[in-house]
């Protein structure tokens, strides 16, 4: 998370070189940095052109790179890409514990139906349209920085776009949500909206990360501190989700 805000904060101030590196040793720390790659390329291309975007390019590569020398100089080259080829498939479900709309869809077994399976007897599976419906939803972030990307907040667009990739991609942890939480801390003094959006993610990655966890569940539902069937947590993990999906959306409007 600090290394991504630290790319966009170099980016929005004029460092492309520096921003691209610092991506890429975000996305080598943690695949959660990935959404924000197309914000930085079309920012980057925008306000720097092709070549800068180049230049950007071969800089967060460089860094991944030496990233990957100790495994490399190790013989761990062959695992390491095959981490970075198989991550899709490590955890193939709707939603991995995370509060989120597809544990509203699924009403809570999100992490018992496989995102590869056909969504409600449709030819297309759920990780499927949990795919489109995350590039729809960042059709607009997209394209409001791709307009106006000098006076774009870029920070705020990328918290935004954090929210919505923890509330509409399958797969998704319940600590997932940590992204947006630097990004709208550091866009709030900016843009006034991203003021109770820092305060309502921080209350709503607390529930994901406490409803989640059995020292927690065990202490608040002790006679059945069971956290994927317990039925006394169902409301509150509901109310969590619900408040994920709508407090992402809404900053979309």
Request: net charge positive; proline share 7%; charged share 10%.
């Amino acid at each position: 998370a600090c290394l991504g805000l630290a790319a966009l904060l170099a980016l929005d101030v004029g460092a492309p070189l520096a921003g691209w590196t610092l991506l890429g040793l975000a996305c080598m720390t943690k695949p959660q940095a990935y959404p924000l790659l197309p914000l930085a390329a079309l920012t980057t291309l925008k306000r720097f052109g092709p070549r800068g975007l180049l230049k950007g390019l071969a800089s967060g590569l460089g860094a991944a790179f030496l990233c990957a020398i100790p495994f490399i100089v190790h013989g761990k080259a062959g695992p390491l890409w095959s981490y970075f080829i198989s991550i899709a498939h490590m955890h193939p479900v709707v939603s991995m514990n995370a509060d989120n709309l597809w544990w509203i869809l699924t009403w809570g077994k999100g992490s018992a139906v496989s995102d590869l399976s056909p969504a409600w007897g449709l030819p297309v599976s759920y990780r499927t349209l949990g795919l489109l419906l995350l590039l729809t939803l960042h059709a607009p972030i997209w394209r409001a920085v791709w307009r106006n990307p000098r006076g774009t907040n870029l920070l705020a667009w990328a918290a935004v776009s954090a929210a919505v990739f923890f509330t509409t991609a399958t797969q998704m942890h319940e600590n997932y949500l940590y992204l947006a939480l630097p990004l709208s801390a550091a866009a709030m003094s900016s843009e006034k909206r991203l003021r109770w959006a820092f305060a309502a993610f921080s209350l709503i990655f607390t529930l994901n990360m406490a409803l989640h966890y059995p020292a927690f569940t065990a202490w608040l539902v002790p006679d059945n501190p069971d956290i994927f069937t317990g039925a006394e947590l169902f409301p509150a993990r509901l109310s969590t989700a619900l408040a994920a999906t709508a407090a992402s959306l809404s900053l979309l409007a």
